[in-house]
């Protein structure tokens, strides 16, 4: 079956770096974009930005653009979201998933947790 | 930016019953709206695309409506598994959500 499996929770401090991974397997990786979403704790969903896997072409939000960089590995079907300069406000939950329907998402890495504190 | 404005905020609803949610986007978005459920500590799950289209796997009683500006997700009978947060997403022009109802036992 189609799974997005993403890399463990990060503990940041303010000013780093931080890359979460996101495994898919049960379809053809460069098929389908990936789309990266947060939620902060107890709040809603953001929308970051989408790569295509195929083109390695990428698409970000305005409120990232700059801070961050969306990257695959096609070998081994992994897709990357690597976010800079973190801030606390940065502290939520990340999630992976596979672009469907034109613009929906489906289906959803099970979250990363990165937690960002001096 | 499109803004998607989702009501009520929180709806308390019987098992049983039925349960409708709205929502609402800043501009026209054609069809090109999404419903997902999230569940507490799980990551979000799609239910309807195109407005309308029930996704794989999703039972018959969820249905959404409308175009343009206005948006509907009925669930005609809510079952003990349904209570859960429900987010609308426009992909018309880049991605918004709303900012999610939560269907909670009444």
């Known amino acids: 079956q189609v799974q997005l499996v993403q890399s463990g929770a990060e503990v940041k401090k303010p000013g780093a770096s931080v890359k979460v991974s996101c495994k898919a397997s049960?379809?053809?990786?460069?098929?389908?974009?990936i789309i990266w979403v947060r939620q902060a704790t107890g709040q809603g969903l953001e929308w970051m930005g989408w790569?295509?896997?195929?083109?390695?072409?990428?698409g970000y939000a305005q409120k990232f653009q700059g801070r961050v960089t969306m990257s695959r590995n096609t070998s081994i079907s992994t897709a990357y979201m690597e976010l800079y300069n973190l801030r606390s406000e940065d502290t939520a939950v990340y999630f992976c998933?596979?672009?469907?329907?034109?613009?929906?998402?489906?289906?959803w890495g099970q979250g990363t947790l990165v937690a960002v504190s001096s | 930016e499109i803004v998607m404005t989702q009501s009520p905020a929180t709806l308390a609803v019987s098992p049983g019953e039925r349960a409708t949610l709205s929502c609402r986007a800043s501009?026209?978005?054609?069809?090109?709206l999404a419903w997902y459920q999230q569940k507490p500590g799980q990551a979000p799950r799609l239910i309807i695309y195109?407005?309308?289209t029930r996704a794989t796997g999703i039972p018959a009683r969820f249905s959404g409506s409308g175009s343009g500006t206005e948006f509907t997700l009925t669930i005609s009978s809510l079952q003990s598994e349904d209570f859960a947060v429900y987010y609308c997403?426009?992909?018309?022009?880049?991605?918004?959500f709303g900012q999610g109802t939560r269907v909670e036992i009444k």
């Open positions: 790569m295509n896997p195929n083109s390695d072409t990428t």
């Open positions: 998933a596979r672009g469907r329907f034109a613009g929906a998402a489906d289906p």
């Open positions: 195109g407005a309308s």
């Open positions: 049960g379809y053809t990786f460069t098929s389908f974009d």
């Open positions: 997403q426009q992909y018309n022009n880049w991605r918004t």
């Open positions: 501009q026209n978005v054609s069809t090109n």
